[in-house]
């Protein structure tokens, strides 16, 4: 398979120089990697809730905050040799519940707020999301691996959570919604000749 490169917004992790003395406490204190990932799953359902009730600034802020345990999981997971294949399906299903709750919570605020171009493009962003990991995730099933993409979670997770901080949720749900969509396209497209290729791999951001 050919190697496959493409661009991407964000890192797939924060240093190491950051993330290590953060997980090195965690693993003290004897936090597990499923305890951050269902705290992570709690916290973004909240914010879900929050932005359904119309609380923009306090969901914004518990996004980043949840999602956060996203780059902690993984790490704390490696450190105490609990890296496994069971807390990979239960960190990516979780990520997409995480991601798909926030969405809703945006889609219920803006049917109860009249405001139905933003339900829509809440709408065509949870189906992009979802697409743009499910790519992925059937490449992989095929034999290949694919991990690269313009607009992954990463992404997606800052600009809302910002967008719901300082208010301009209208034009990052137009961005949500057509750079999901691209993105998926991309995979789809980068997917085929790293499945079509004797061999190779396409690396990059989850």
Request: aromatic share 6%.
């Amino acid at each position: 398979m050919a190697r496959v490169t493409s661009m991407k917004l964000l890192p797939s992790r924060a240093p190491a120089s950051v993330l290590g003395p953060i997980v090195a406490v965690l693993a003290r204190a004897g936090v597990t990697p499923n305890m951050l990932s269902v705290t992570g799953l709690l916290g973004n359902g909240a914010a879900g809730l929050l932005v359904a009730r119309g609380d923009l600034i306090a969901a914004g802020i518990v996004m980043l905050l949840a999602s956060g345990l996203d780059m902690l999981d993984g790490a704390l997971a490696r450190a105490t040799g609990k890296a496994g294949p069971v807390g990979a399906l239960l960190d990516s299903t979780f990520d997409r519940v995480s991601e798909a709750a926030v969405l809703f919570g945006v889609l219920w605020y803006a049917l109860d707020g009249g405001h139905d171009d933003q339900a829509a493009l809440a709408f065509v962003a949870i189906v992009g999301s979802l697409l743009v990991s499910y790519v992925r995730a059937r490449v992989e099933g095929l034999g290949g691996r694919l991990t690269d993409g313009l607009f992954t979670r990463a992404e997606r997770v800052v600009l809302l959570a910002l967008a719901l901080i300082f208010g301009f949720l209208r034009g990052a749900l137009w961005v949500l919604a057509v750079l999901t969509l691209v993105t998926a396209a991309q995979r789809l497209y980068l997917g085929a000749r790293v499945l079509g290729g004797p061999g190779g791999t396409a690396g990059g951001t989850p």
